[in-house]
């Protein structure tokens, strides 16, 4: 199943992708609730969509007392309020109840440290335990959104495939098994990074913050985890292909099966002493060999490729989900603040 979230003539509704049209979910239900309800939910409801569609089919055009009679459905038999995916505005596929992005491929991480920190580096720690961090759930883009950058000199992309937690989840410290029922989904996400940022914000062994939270790509759509059963090897991995595009030109693809760790174990180290509840998307971190423009830095000494400008367009394919494309726009400068201050460090006033 593919779920979604779309615009058509300035109306937001949410439901399921069937071929190449978007169907509302019945009586007005919404993408968040059905995550609650879960996989099981959601099977359900596509059914009385699906069985839905093929009766208003079956009432118009097809011949019978109906032929040339009353309407139920709009063109072809179809619903009223179903239409054609070419017509309709994606939006993200869920408002996100918040972002972890791990970083769980070691080929990433020994070109992008090189890139950013200036020497490659994968330390012992990251081979102990999944490490991630929170981003923006309020800056999401959609499918064929146009980023709107910081200024910097060195904006890059990230490919990323993301998990999409719904029912079974909300309990802390979930085992492996546990947590891989909680995962409802799969999208396509797309973590751009502003490099420059990034790299002076991290000598404070903080963030990344500003690098990161202008603008995360999730979409075209939640793909649900049955669909991918198989994809899956006897561990967990999801032996699944992942590519990313600049202005057409293939710059770097792997398999999602190369992480360290499979989805339901970040699920679960997600869950440590804490929760993860339906809405949460949990990143897969960047691919290796070439999931981002900072890897081949690092692997190149010097910016090639070159960073992206405005203009260029992103374009990143993960089969079994489909294709996220984005064009960058026009730099948004920010107000300027001055930097710290030299404090006396007096205890009294």
Known sequence: MRIARWTHHGVTAEGFVIDDRVVPFPDGGTVAALLAAGLGAAHETYARVRDGRADDAGGFGVGGDDAGGDKRGGDNG??????????????????????????????????????????????????????????NPHTVLADGEDLRPPVTERLDFELELAAVIGGGA????????EAASAIFGYTIMNDWSARDLQAREMKVRLGPAKGKDFGTVLGPWIVTADEFDEFLDA???????????????????????????????????????????????????????????????????????????????????????????????????????????????????
């Open 170 to 177: 909300g309990e802390a410290n979930l085992t492996a098994a």
């Open 235 to 349: 561990d967990g991995f999801l032996g699944i292909r992942a590519e990313a595009r600049v202005n057409g030109e293939l710059i770097g693809e792997d398999l999602i099966s190369n992480m360290g760790w499979p989805f339901a174990e970040l699920v679960a180290y997600a869950s440590r002493n804490s929760r993860v509840v339906p809405g949460d998307v949990l990143g897969s971190g960047t691919v290796g060999n070439g999931g981002c423009l900072g890897e081949l830095w690092g692997r190149n000494g010097g910016l090639t490729p070159p960073p992206l400008r405005e203009g260029d367009e992103v374009a990143m394919t993960i089969e079994g989900i489909g294709r996220l494309v984005n064009r960058v726009g026009a730099a948004v400068p920010a107000p300027a603040l001055p930097p710290a201050r030299p404090r006396t460090r007096t205890r009294t006033r």
């Open 78 to 135: 179809r619903p009223d309020d179903e239409v054609a995916l070419t017509e309709v505005t994606l939006l993200p596929p869920l408002v996100p109840a918040s972002i972890r992005d791990f970083v769980a491929f070691e080929e990433h991480v020994e070109g992008v440290s090189a890139g950013v920190e200036g020497k490659s580096d994968v330390p012992d720690e990251w081979y102990q335990a999944p490490t991630f961090y929170f981003t």
